[in-house]
C-alpha cells in the first residue's frame, strides 16, 4: 500500500540498508542511485513482520522528516512497487505477466502486451489578484490547510485546458495570463503535477461543496496554514511571496 519500511533509530527514521534484508533481493527493483548508494524497491506481502528496529509508516509522514532527495526515491518506490503488483496480470486475457529484461515493464507472454508504470498528468495553479492570492482548502485533505487549487488532466484535454476547467469547477472563476512554473512527480496517486500561475481574470468565488470545502482570497501578510516546503504548491506560494515583497521593497525599482 502507501506505507513503507524505515529503521527507527532513538526516533529517527532512515530507509533499510539491503544488508539488513537479504532475503528480499531476489524481488528487489533497481531505482538508481543516491550519493553512490545503489537503491531498490520491493514490494512486501501483507503479512510482513518487520525485524527489530524496523516498522511501517503511512508514506506521506515522511514529508517532514527526511531531505528532498530521501522522499522522492521513496516516492519512486512507491510507484515502482505499485506497478509491479498491480500487473501481475494481463488486463486482456488474464495471463501472468513477466518482467522485462533491460526495461521498467511487464509483458504478456501470449498477446505480447507492455505494461509499464501509469503517470498520470495532473495541473496545479496558483491564482493571484494584485498582492492577493486565491487558496481552497479541500475537504479531503488528512489535514486542515489552504493550498493551491489542482486537479487530474481528462482524456482530450491540453494542460491549459484542464486548468482552466479545474477552477472554474472547483472555484468558480475566470484566469488570464495562464504561464507554466514548473512540475514535481507526486507518487500519492502516480500522478506528475504540472505547475502554473495564472491571474483572476473574473467571477465570484465559489467552492464546489464536494472536494472544495472553502476558498479565499489572502494577502501575503495574513496566510493561513499553507503546505509544507517541499510540495510545490508551497513553491508556487513562497514564489509569488517573495515577488509581492520584492515589489513592495523600498529599494525595488
Partial sequence: GMDLLVSDRDGTLALPRCADLPELAASAHFLGVLDDTDCY???LPGDFAPPEGMKFVPARSLYKQVDEATFAVAGRALSIAEWDLSHRFCGKCGTPTQLVAGERARRCPVDHTPYYPRISPAVIVLITRGDQMLLARNATFP?????????FVDPGESLEETVLREVKEEVGVDLKDLTYFGSQPWPFGRSLMVGFMAEYAGGDVTVDGKEIAEARWFDVDDLPRIPPRLSIARHLIDTFIDRVKARRSPTHT
Fill in 143 to 151: 489535514e486542515p490547510f489552504f493550498s493551491t487549487v489542482a486537479g
Fill in 41 to 43: 524497491a520491493v514490494p
